[in-house]
């Protein structure tokens, strides 16, 4: 009959355990310094050694020549009893078929029985945590003072449900995930010893998909030779799995910065070829936190990462290309999307889901191209100006989406700051580099000193001050808007403007008023709307309550909104 890969490779020494050093070292260093107890709870994920642990204490124990090292022989008959399964005193029981009071009850019985073979009675309960609460009642007096001779052993994957007057009388010791690194390695030591061919590829794909479990890595690793008939390929592998390997999802991910198109496309294939969405997110995940982890710390945290060499260079390569940002939300895509995907969901949706949430993030925070200008959306513009009149614009309130609070001025608060984008519009509407063709620039007299003056606080008047000719003549402010575009009139014609412009040319008493006093004169007059006049006074308002184009329209300001595209939100909206 033949014997299965995890049957074949079980660990029969302490050192031959996989991944779980700590507690072997534990237990082989108890029995070596005659401390072991009579009573130990193995708690940990399936697959990860506890029963195997288990068995080797009771080897051990009932050894004939342990070695000096506190390891069993396994040369003598009681060696060799114990993995056969024939020894008089090892008794393995399953919690899960023998659960009741009778059993522990018939167990009870024969603790008090002198062993057989003149060693130890040891007593393995497996999943020990699905036995009744009368059971574990009928245990404690046992588990507590059992006779000198009896050990016993409880293996669980779920502590938490074992009684805390179970636990409290046992030597609890953890048993941990095996690590993706330590799978491959014991995986090529089988392929060693049985003389088949593998792939680091397909080692690492079943290793990952083992998660921590070496018993299931076997497994799979069985089922993959044969399919690739005996030897272990990334395409048997993939045919036993059906598609989703961690080159594909590579793959994948690169298209989906390049070419979305064939991004979805792959994705539609990967589903059609059997990839549940929970396996796809599955792998997915690790593969896009990877990419985040590497991009906050690069290559210091490929200790933390377990990764072939093949997968270090991937993210060496398309890291760079991704913003950290856009790593973080989409990883939390796939979190949202685990709980649909566990409970059913049809992979036409998933694909559909998947892509756009991670599509419609393309591009945000990124450097963005310099687009055409765009028409300011006005009803009227007063044809007739004067260097000092405040340019009033018509807006439809109603039909302006609401502005975000974090873009909302509070009391006293500048209305036009130092913006870079601002400037950024005024610059693209002249369409000639800045510092260029003005006499404010490049002119003589004050008007060099006063665009410096401005130049560190009051970016987007300094931008607009390029558009035009600025002089004093007989102490006032003269300044010719031949060259002005509507966007640097309004900004230029602003009382908060028109303020810092006195305060830098030094006219008149302007160093001496404030913002408020300036920009509270010109509220105090109704301004035109559309060419019609509005009808009353403006109503006293608290301005911290206000929106900006309220603010802007009740201080008297200037109002430039710029309609949005579909490709645009709304904070690509130049408000003034």
């Given at each position: 009959m033949y014997v299965s890969l995890y049957r074949r490779y079980r660990p029969q020494r302490f050192s031959e355990v996989v991944g779980q050093a700590a507690a072997t070292d534990l237990l082989r260093l108890s029995f070596l310094e005659k401390r072991l107890g009579h009573a130990y709870l193995f708690s940990g994920p399936r697959g990860c050694g506890k029963t195997t642990a288990a068995r080797l204490v009771a080897k051990v124990v009932n050894c004939e020549r342990p070695t000096s090292e506190g390891e069993p022989c396994c040369d003598c008959d009681s060696c060799r009893a114990v993995v056969s399964g024939e020894h008089l005193d090892v008794m393995e029981i399953d919690g899960a078929s023998n659960?009741?009071?009778?059993?522990?009850?018939?167990?009870?019985?024969?603790?008090?029985?002198?062993?057989?073979?003149?060693?130890?009675?040891?007593?393995?309960?497996?999943?020990?945590?699905?036995?009744?609460?009368?059971?574990?009642?009928?245990?404690?007096?046992?588990?507590?003072?059992?006779?000198?001779?009896?050990?016993?052993?409880?293996?669980?994957?779920?502590?938490?449900?074992?009684?805390?007057?179970?636990?409290?009388?046992?030597?609890?010791?953890?048993?941990?995930?095996?690590?993706?690194?330590?799978?491959?390695?014991?995986?090529?030591?089988?392929?060693?010893?049985?003389?088949?061919?593998?792939?680091?590829?397909?080692?690492?794909?079943?290793?990952?998909?083992?998660?921590?479990?070496?018993?299931?890595?076997?497994?799979?690793?069985?089922?993959?030779?044969?399919?690739?008939?005996?030897?272990?390929?990334?395409?048997?592998?993939?045919?036993?799995?059906?598609?989703?390997?961690?080159?594909?999802?590579?793959?994948?991910?690169?298209?989906?910065?390049t070419d979305p198109a064939q991004a979805s496309a792959l994705l539609k294939n990967l589903l059609d070829r059997g990839v549940s969405p929970e396996r796809f997110l599955d792998a997915l995940f690790p593969l896009l936190r990877d990419m985040w982890v590497y991009g906050q710390w690069g290559e210091r945290s490929f200790d933390g990462l377990s990764l072939s060499d093949e997968e270090k260079a991937f993210l060496a390569s398309e890291v760079p290309h991704w913003r950290t940002e856009r790593l973080k939300a989409a990883c939390e895509v796939c979190s949202s999307l685990f709980p649909r995907a566990r409970w059913g969901l049809k992979s036409d949706i998933f694909a559909g889901l998947l892509l756009f949430e991670l599509l419609k993030g393309e591009g945000e925070g990124a450097s963005r191209p310099v687009a055409a200008p765009r028409e300011p959306v006005v009803s009227k513009v007063r044809e007739e100006t004067s260097p000092f009149a405040a340019e009033a614009y018509a807006v439809d309130f109603d039909s302006l989406p609401p502005v975000p609070v974090d873009r909302r001025p509070g009391p006293g608060e500048r209305l036009a700051s130092?913006?870079?984008?601002?400037?950024?519009?005024?610059?693209?509407?002249?369409?000639?580099?800045?510092?260029?063709?003005?006499?404010?620039?490049?002119?003589?007299?004050?008007?060099?000193?006063?665009?410096?003056?401005?130049?560190?606080?009051?970016?987007?008047?300094?931008?607009?001050?390029?558009?035009?000719?600025?002089?004093?003549?007989?102490?006032?402010?003269?300044?010719?808007?031949?060259?002005?575009?509507?966007?640097?009139?309004?900004?230029?014609?602003?009382?908060?403007?028109?303020?810092?412009?006195?305060?830098?040319?030094?006219?008149?008493?302007?160093?001496?008023?404030?913002?408020?006093?300036?920009?509270?004169?010109?509220?105090?007059?109704?301004?035109?709307?559309?060419?019609?006049?509005?009808?009353?006074?403006?109503?006293?308002?608290?301005?911290?309550?206000?929106?900006?184009?309220?603010?802007?329209?009740?201080?008297?300001?200037?109002?430039?909104?710029?309609?949005?595209?579909?490709?645009?939100?709304?904070?690509?909206?130049?408000?003034?």
């Open positions: 659960r009741g009071i009778d059993q522990i009850r018939e167990l009870k019985s024969h603790v008090g029985l002198a062993p057989f073979m003149g060693g130890n009675k040891v007593y393995i309960l497996d999943e020990v945590h699905m036995l009744t609460t009368e059971a574990f009642n009928a245990l404690l007096k046992t588990l507590e003072e059992p006779p000198p001779s009896v050990l016993f052993l409880f293996a669980t994957t779920e502590p938490h449900k074992v009684p805390v007057t179970i636990r409290s009388r046992c030597q609890h010791i953890p048993f941990h995930r095996i690590s993706a690194e330590d799978i491959v390695e014991q995986l090529r030591f089988v392929a060693s010893e049985e003389g088949f061919e593998a792939e680091a590829p397909a080692l690492w794909e079943i290793a990952r998909s083992a998660d921590g479990a070496l018993r299931d890595a076997l497994s799979l690793a069985e089922q993959a030779l044969a399919l690739g008939n005996g030897a272990l390929t990334m395409d048997a592998v993939m045919g036993l799995f059906g598609g989703g390997s961690r080159g594909e999802l590579e793959r994948w991910v690169t298209l989906l910065r130092s913006d870079p984008v601002i400037a950024e519009e005024l610059v693209r509407e002249r369409q000639v580099p800045p510092m260029c063709s003005s006499s404010v620039a490049d002119g003589d007299g004050a008007a060099p000193e006063a665009f410096a003056a401005l130049w560190q606080d009051e970016l987007p008047l300094c931008a607009a001050m390029l558009d035009v000719d600025i002089e004093v003549l007989d102490g006032a402010l003269s300044i010719d808007y031949a060259r002005a575009t509507p966007l640097a009139r309004a900004v230029l014609d602003s009382p908060r403007a028109q303020l810092a412009l006195k305060r830098a040319f030094g006219v008149g008493e302007a160093e001496k008023k404030t913002i408020d006093e300036a920009v509270g004169t010109e509220a105090a007059a109704p301004k035109p709307q559309g060419g019609e006049a509005r009808q009353g006074q403006r109503r006293s308002v608290d301005s911290s309550a206000m929106s900006l184009p309220e603010l802007a329209a009740y201080l008297g300001g200037e109002l430039l909104v710029e309609k949005p595209t579909e490709s645009q939100d709304l904070e690509e909206m130049e408000i003034l």
